[in-house]
């Protein structure tokens, strides 16, 4: 499947040093800072350095050592949160939004890490 990637996205500008962000960890790969309006108390977005769209462009299109650091680079910034349950933290939920349906704002693939608070439901009913 064909997928097209928009070099102007937001994020693109921030990979290439355009515009700043506030930076919580950097790996080979990966990238992951602060949201610019956090819905909660923690809320961090981690995005591969590669031109992804989403989730599943990434999973088809990415090598495996992009995808170990990503999926690591997560798991890293949970743990310097303190977030991880497996270390007594209070927990978390990711979140990956993708297109239309998804509501994704943003088309460069990134993972929302939301903690610091009881964070609700997974999805709201439809009405
Ligand atoms: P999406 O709806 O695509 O899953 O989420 C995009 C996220 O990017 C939103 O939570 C939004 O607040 C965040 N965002 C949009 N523009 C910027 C920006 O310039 N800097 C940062 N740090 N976050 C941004």
Same mark, same amino acid.
């Given at each position: ?5 928009? $070099? ?5 500008? @921030?990979?290439? +040093?355009?515009?700043p &962000? ?7 790969? =990966? ?8 819905? $909660?108390?923690?809320?961090v977005?981690? @995005?591969?350095? +590669?031109?992804?769209? &989403?989730y ?6 990415? =090598? ?17 949160l ?6 007594d ?6 979140i =990956? ?8 704002e943003?088309p ?10 009881n ?6 009913a439809?009405?």
């Amino acid at each position: 499947m064909p997928y097209t990637y928009d $070099t102007s996205n937001i994020f693109a500008k @921030i990979l290439r +040093g355009e515009i700043p &962000c506030d930076k919580v960890l950097e790996t080979e790969h =990966s990238l992951a800072f602060s949201d610019i309006a956090p819905k $909660t108390p923690h809320h961090v977005l981690v @995005i591969p350095k +590669g031109p992804y769209v &989403c989730y599943d462009h990434f999973a088809q299109d990415a =090598s495996d050592l992009e995808i170990a650091d990503f999926t690591r680079a997560i798991g890293q910034v949970c743990a310097q949160l303190g977030v991880s349950p497996g270390a007594d933290g209070a927990g978390y939920r990711l979140i =990956s939004n993708a297109g239309r349906d998804g509501v994704q704002e943003v088309p460069h693939l990134h993972v929302h890490i939301l903690a610091g608070r009881n964070i609700g439901p997974m999805v709201m009913a439809p009405p």
